[in-house]
């Protein structure tokens, strides 16, 4: 079935470490993004990116790092630069052509808690 | 893409309609209104959208105003398994949606 996967479901973290988490969808969706979510808060957008080896920063970029190598993958990467990484992260595709876009579809998220 | 603004929660008793207002007075004519929920700890899911006519799929109704200013996502026969947070979202195709804090919805035996 088409979908979006994310992995690890859960991740646990010292400080002072790098943690990648991945997101791979098999939709042919160009456009993909990912979104941190605090307990009791909306969605806040970190990074996005509409075609291989081009993304853009969103909101909370910072401590933040991606690739786009290849069109079915999106990586974040939490650095130790990010001040309280402890959060939920969803990663999220959906078509771009021309401007023209559906809606957004999902993974299942990422649970990552800095010990 | 604008904002909206949904009441924090709401309860339903358990088959009954559940009507989830959303305002979005600064909406744009190319912005769609999309809704989506959010059951805990897991990944939105889609349910619904529409531009200018009221739409209707398995899921739920959409009823926009005619100026386009408000809305209602309506599940017709609420469930236990409806229990969730419920996003309105506005986009143009814009890449920076605002997500707010949405509507919990609690569905009561």
């Known amino acids: 079935d088409g979908g979006i996967t994310q992995s690890p479901k859960y991740l646990f973290r010292k400080e002072g470490q790098n943690v990648t988490l991945s997101c791979e969808q098999n939709?042919?969706?160009?456009?993909m993004y990912w979104y941190r979510q605090d307990p009791g808060q909306g969605l806040r957008l970190i990074y996005y990116s509409q075609i291989v080896n081009d993304f853009q920063k969103g909101d909370i970029a910072e401590g933040y790092s991606v690739s786009r190598e290849k069109k079915e993958s999106f990586p974040l990467t939490v650095t130790s630069a990010q001040k309280n990484p402890t959060a939920f992260y969803l990663c999220?595709?959906?078509?771009?052509?021309?401007?023209?876009?559906?809606?957004?579809?999902f993974g299942e998220g990422s649970r990552l808690t800095v010990l | 893409d604008a904002k909206t603004t949904q009441p924090p929660s709401m309860d339903c008793a358990e088959g009954r309609a559940a009507n989830l207002p959303c305002n979005h007075s600064t909406i744009s004519g190319n912005e769609y209104v999309y809704w989506y929920r959010q059951i805990h700890s897991q990944g939105p899911q889609y349910i619904i959208h529409g531009l200018k006519n009221n739409e209707t799929n398995e899921m739920a109704s959409l009823i926009i105003t005619e100026d386009r200013k408000s809305s209602t996502l309506i599940l017709p026969h609420a469930t236990l398994r409806d229990t969730a947070v419920y996003y309105c979202i506005l986009d143009g195709g814009a890449n920076n949606l605002f997500f707010g804090t949405g509507t919990r919805l609690t569905v009561i035996p």
């Open positions: 939709l042919n969706h160009d456009a």
């Open positions: 999220a595709s959906r078509n771009w052509a021309g401007g023209f876009t559906g809606e957004l579809f």
